[in-house]
């Protein structure tokens, strides 16, 4: 499943922890419950719903690293603080290494992926005349985009989608089925691409599934 930055930002407290980085959607609550009361876990907690790629080598997917000017040793960058799983500077005694993989390698805290652009869409109703503006992923088919429209219409999969009187491929992305994403464009022209949003109709099929 793909999520908006929006999406993920939602998730920001210790009892509901999202982050996302190398393209992933990642949920950490579990992580924060598990540790909870251990400062080690601040770095993260501070970044609760944002986007932590800067923290890692994109080639290696692990912390990023630099050479420690005391030591002289190469030991992860971790300019926010020490955070879980990383080991301390020095040797100690009471530090545990038996976790296995540390969180950031841990692939059961995935939840999807993150969208690498989205756009806002306006669905109008042509049955009952309601309109909607949905953000969504420019990664997702058509009938991922009417599982985000079912919370304004629980039988959205009743209507045919329309784009200017044609019918819409729902196993394509906008992209795929020609609807161009022109938000650049209104961009480089100092335009508000909210007044020029091109609509998306549905047309209802009787059928009521």
């Known amino acids: 499943r793909y999520f908006t930055p929006r999406e993920v930002a939602a998730h920001n407290t210790p009892a509901d922890c999202w982050v996302s980085y190398l393209g992933k959607v990642y949920d950490l609550t579990p992580l924060c419950k598990e540790h909870a009361g251990n400062v080690l876990l601040k770095p993260i907690l501070t970044n ?3 986007d932590i790629s800067h923290w890692f080598d994109p080639e290696s997917k692990d912390l990023k690293t630099h050479v420690d000017s005391v030591s002289g ?3 992860p960058y971790t300019p926010m603080g020490r955070v879980l799983h990383v080991p301390p500077p020095f040797p100690r005694s009471d530090w545990a290494n038996n976790f296995g993989k540390p969180w950031w390698r841990n692939e059961r805290y995935c939840v999807g992926i993150l969208s690498s652009k989205t756009r806002r869409i306006r669905v109008i109703n042509t049955l009952t005349l309601q309109e909607q503006v949905v953000e969504v ?15 304004y219409n629980s039988h959205a999969g009743s209507y045919t989608w329309k784009f200017f009187g ?7 992305t906008l ?4 609807v161009a994403d022109e ?3 209104f961009f480089d022209l100092r335009m508000d691409e909210d007044e020029f949003m091109q609509p998306i109709c549905l047309y209802f099929n009787d059928d009521l599934t």
Do not use: F, W
Request: glycine share 12%; charged share 30%; with cysteine.
């Open 48 to 50: 609760a719903g944002r």
């Open 73 to 75: 040793c190469t030991v």
């Open 137 to 151: 992923c420019t990664e997702e088919t058509m009938s991922e985009i009417l599982q985000r429209y079912l919370p």
């Open 166 to 172: 044609r019918n819409l491929d729902m196993d394509k």
């Open 175 to 178: 992209g795929g089925n020609e």
């Open 183 to 185: 938000s650049e464009g």
